[in-house]
């Protein structure tokens, strides 16, 4: 639409999904309503947690307007505005808190503030959204055939949502069936704990989403392959260092995190690890194929990949535990990562940086090597040594990349001003 100057269909398909959301809203605040009392004693076992309920009413509708806001801003591609909002976000609700411990509320304070925090995110950011995008100078047009579009593209969207969900978690429905709540425990502590670096996925895909959408609509698939072609290969230069620095440190930080009784789940940590990285690449994929308004694609992709996973648990967490069960999610990612390669390559001209990527050994142990003497001839606190060696191997790494023309800055100037035209 933005690229065919459909603005009359923009706000249409705002007062589509929000009227969705904002219905969906209503229908579980009516819930929460009713069932306050009941909840309460039976579930919360507090009076108070009625009250709470009922109060926190008022942020489950006004976070509609936070998301449209939000999602607003992503469509336009105002990055600035789009990141800014969780932060802004997080310390509103920090002011708030501490505002109203102050004037003695207690219990009551982060409950008062996430009620008010969505309001006050609109009122900062509306005039910033009304100034992008004059809602008020256009019509609503073809309200039912833009909202049957958009219900149709959301289907495999939210199948592609359960599926990614799927991967990750089915394990440990599989794990308790075969194994022992004490491994189901520890699995269930290193899993989100690895998943946490999906961060970097979320990211990109902020980005690429609206971009590729883009850059789809107007034919232009020069830039999209040479911007696919710079994701892919500053991706992993970007991760390594971080996936880095916590597979050495993993039994500190799991006895740090966790205490003795979850050093049992090194080994899959670090094995997750692995499957982790597989991802964030394929989110690049899986982003780019929905972006150019193909998602049954990714469904396919994710629904195969989670039918995938279900299979490999059966026959390795039986022989090897939550190994078996780490295993089987990164063999998982490693299929999902294969095949959106393989469709996005269908789509657009690719060529995938392998040796880029099978150069990125040097600088690799360059920073294992850096990192081992920081350990051997330096005893610092486990949080500062961290911290420490990851600067100072971090620079080593950047350094040898950038030797072993990993790292090129004009060409980076280049084709992020390539892609932004």
Same mark, same amino acid.
């Given at each position: %639409?933005?690229?065919n100057n459909q603005f009359n269909e923009i706000k249409t398909a705002i007062v589509s999904v929000f009227s969705i959301q904002l219905f969906s809203s209503i229908i579980f605040v009516l819930i929460f309503i009713f069932s306050s009392s009941f909840l309460a004693q039976y579930y919360f076992k507090n009076p108070q947690a009625s009250l709470i309920l009922r109060i926190l009413v008022f942020y489950v509708i006004f976070s509609v307007f936070f998301i449209i806001v939000k999602q607003i801003f992503q469509g336009f591609q105002e990055m600035f505005f789009f990141s800014s909002m969780e932060l802004m976000k997080n310390l509103i609700v920090l002011v708030l808190i501490l505002i109203f411990f102050y004037f003695g509320q207690k219990s009551f304070a982060p409950v008062y503030a996430y009620a008010l925090v969505c309001p !006050? !995110? %609109?009122l900062i950011y509306a005039p910033? !959204? %009304?100034?992008? %995008?004059?809602?008020?100078? #256009?019509?609503?047009?073809h309200l039912k055939k833009i909202s049957k579009k958009l219900f149709l593209f959301g289907i495999p969207v939210f199948a592609t949502s359960i599926g990614g969900k799927l991967i990750g978690y089915i394990d440990t429905i599989i794990l308790t069936y075969f194994g022992t709540l004490s491994e189901v425990g520890v699995y269930n502590a290193i899993l989100p704990s690895a998943l946490i670096f999906l961060f970097f996925s979320k990211a990109i895909s902020a980005v690429l989403f609206p971009l590729s959408s883009e850059l789809w609509a107007k034919k232009d698939q020069t830039k999209l392959s040479k911007g696919l072609t710079l994701l892919y290969k500053y991706t992993f230069v970007t991760i390594i260092p971080f996936f880095l620095i916590i597979y050495v440190y993993t039994d500190v930080l799991i006895v740090k995190l966790f205490g003795l009784e979850y050093v049992s789940g090194v080994t899959a940590f670090k094995i997750l690890l692995i499957g982790v990285s597989f991802y964030v690449l394929a989110s690049v994929n899986n982003n780019f194929i929905s972006g150019i308004g193909k998602p049954k694609i990714v469904m396919a992709i994710i629904l195969s990949t989670a039918s995938l996973n279900v299979v490999l648990n059966i026959i390795l967490i039986p022989l090897l535990?939550?190994?078996g069960a780490a295993i089987s999610t990164t063999l998982s990612y490693l299929m999902m990562l294969l095949l959106s390669t393989y469709q996005t390559k269908k789509q657009v001209t690719l060529k995938l940086p392998l040796k880029e990527w099978v150069t990125l050994i040097f600088p690799t142990f360059g920073f294992l090597i850096t990192l081992a003497i920081i350990k051997s001839f330096f005893s610092f606190n486990i949080w500062f040594e961290m911290i420490v060696g990851l600067i100072i191997a971090g620079l080593? #790494? !950047?350094f040898l990349a950038y030797t072993f023309g990993l790292l090129n800055l004009d060409e980076i100037k280049y084709y992020s001003k390539l892609v932004r035209k």
């Open positions: %639409f933005k690229v !006050l !995110l %609109f910033f !959204l %009304f100034r992008k %995008f004059n809602f008020f100078s #256009y019509k609503v047009v535990s939550i190994n080593v #790494y !950047l």
